[in-house]
């Protein structure tokens, strides 16, 4: 019985007299060859020339882009695999004891890891794809001067063209014990309002994390130099959220959401960033701690009527609190409350939950318990990862499990934008917005960094890891405008591993401030 030929896309038909496909009839050796084989091919069958008496040169042209199309048109055949390098089929084994298992698991990472490879190379080149059509620094300059392009558009594109240009540093972080490098994985990084200072929080191997500061300065020459703060705590306890709190004085302290862990009860830490550094004289400060177990995010409130108050999402409840009096508000809610933020115009506390919903909630309005005192409320069809208020407080950031990135308007309670190319599925990843620059990042848990346009949603640049892809070595990031203080330049700074990347505008960048040109006596 003469077997299917996948590349005829349909079976023959069997007529009276032979096989037949349409009106083309098939040769008896066709049939002998075919009549005993039940497996499913090997490889793909070549496609059969129809005139025989073609020239070798249009017969070996023909074979070549048959060969091509093998591994796009190859049908799945369930329980194997094609590889289109051999240009053939090879089975699987799910689940199988063989010593040399082949699972369309290990298939998929080896194509992502092949892709991950294939973008680092990329980012090498000295010449990158330009974010937009034809976007580049001369032309944009060209307009600027002939007046055809605004100022504000004008600044918005140069930084989308210096986005894209961006290459990878390896930072050196100094420390005063330099004989005990950093050996475990960071796990998160917060930078403060200034970018000075970076609250870091690593895992330790033997289970629960270590978290300090690591403070970043920036030459003249525009080289970033980090060194460790000389107090490292450690707990066996595990970091759900970081926020920085200005009690004393702007970022001068650090909010931490603990999880209890075996007969440690979880708490909510309020710690003076003073309190990491044996090398600074003052007086730590304000030092608290709240007895606030399964806290899931944390927010601290700018506002002057209400600046030292500070609030926690836990399982079904906000809870609002006064870091001084201990005064304590706490409000019901319908799922566990993942993401928080506060206005800074207005006392308003916006959250985000694990049923999709986010509400706001306005902290002048106390007395009111029922539902009542949800100023707003709108839905995302998974649970809230992150929600970031921007500038112009009527809008609105929010992040979900469906890694769909969306902005509000918080008046009309409807999407106007959707930054689409985010990849989530389960994990709790925030977003970050630079709006200075006009940008939106974030991790996704494919452990890529994306960046898109604020304004109009367009994806700009996509950063692979420079390490391997894994569930616990997904990056964390920090763009800033002023990367290190006021000298400081715009860049990323992405912690992945145990390592410290900079990606620096600047393109002539060298590590130790060592400018091409400027040691020469260049402009």
Known sequence: MKKWNWREGQRPHRRRGGWYRGN??????????????????????????ENQSSSSSSSSSSSSSSSSQTSSAAPELPGFYFDPEKNRYFRLLPGHNNCNPLTREQLQEKEREKLRNKM????????????????????????????????????????????????????EIQSTDNSNPNTDNFRLIVGDSACERVFTVNDVSHGGCKYGIMNFSSSSRGSLSVEMCDNLYFTNRKVNSICWASVNYPDSHVLLCLVGAADTPGCVSLLPASLFSNSNPDQPGMLCSFKISSAWSCAWCLNPQF?????????????????????????????????????????????????????????RQRGRRDQSWKASRFHQESAITSVRVLQDENYLLAADMLGQIKLWDVRVTKPVQEYKGH???????PIQVNEPEGLLLAVGQDCYTRLWSLQDGQLLRTIPSPHPAANDL???????????GCRGLPGLLMAVKHDLYYFPYNTDYQEGGEQPGRLLGKD
């Not at 008896?28 to 059969?48: K, V």
């Not at 990849?423 to 990843?429: S, T």
């Open 24 to 49: 083309r009839q098939w040769s008896t050796q066709d049939e002998q060859c075919s009549g005993h084989n039940a497996r499913p091919p090997l490889r793909p069958p070549q496609r059969r020339l």
């Open 120 to 171: 680092l190379a990329e980012d090498e080149k000295p010449r990158k794809k330009a974010p937009r059509t034809g976007l580049n620094t001369l032309l944009l300059l060209q307009k600027r001067h002939l007046g055809m392009l605004p100022e504000n558009s004008y600044c918005r594109l140069v930084h989308e063209v210096k986005v894209s240009g961006m290459k990878r540093h390896k930072l």
């Open 307 to 363: 600046d030292k108050t500070f609030s926690t999402g836990l399982s079904r409840r906000v809870i609002v609190k006064d870091a001084e009096t201990g005064r304590t508000q706490t409000y019901s809610t319908g799922s566990d409350v993942l993401a928080q933020q506060f206005a800074h115009r207005v006392p308003v506390l916006f959250n985000g939950c694990r049923s999709g919903e986010i509400f706001s909630l306005d902290l």
């Open 423 to 429: 990849h989530n599925e389960h994990a709790y990843l």
């Open 474 to 484: 997904i990056p964390s990031v920090v763009f800033s405008s002023k990367l290190g």
